[in-house]
Nanobody, 115 residues
Framework: QVQLVESGGGLVQPGGSLRLSCAASGSILSFTAVGWYRQAPGKERELVATFTSAWSTKYSDSVKGRFTISRDNAKNTVYLQMNSLKPEDTAVYYC?????????WGQGTRVTVAS
């Protein structure tokens, strides 16, 4: 069983930055994909950024140029650097990891962008 633990959320002013971390209990190299999703109040969960099966990156249009996904294989950790944050980025951010027959989700970390 894989466990994903997110951290780094909090309250930040518009224009500010946060870095989220997702620590996996196993090697992230064992995943076919790993990345970040978010769910804002009253909205469906959506993709933010992810590493695909070829370890290329994919971003939602709303965060391109502002967010960067990265990883540290030795620490089994995936990061999401979020810059130029906007109020519409307010959401619970979840880490998701895929294996061939099963997906895993973390418990989420809340990000609030407000002045």
């Amino acid at each position: 069983q894989v466990q994903l633990v997110e951290s780094g959320g909090g309250l930040v002013q518009p224009g500010g930055s946060l870095r989220l971390s997702c620590a996996a209990s196993g090697s992230i190299l064992s995943f076919t994909a790993v990345g970040w999703y978010r769910q804002a109040p009253g909205k469906e969960r959506e993709l933010v950024a992810t590493f695909t099966s070829a370890w290329s990156t994919k971003y939602s249009d709303s965060v391109k140029g502002r967010f960067t996904i990265s990883r540290d294989n030795a620490k089994n950790t995936v990061y999401l650097q979020m810059n130029s944050l906007k109020p519409e980025d307010t959401a619970v951010y979840y880490c998701k990891a895929d294996r061939i027959y099963q997906d895993y989700w973390g418990q989420g970390t809340r990000v609030t962008v407000a002045s």
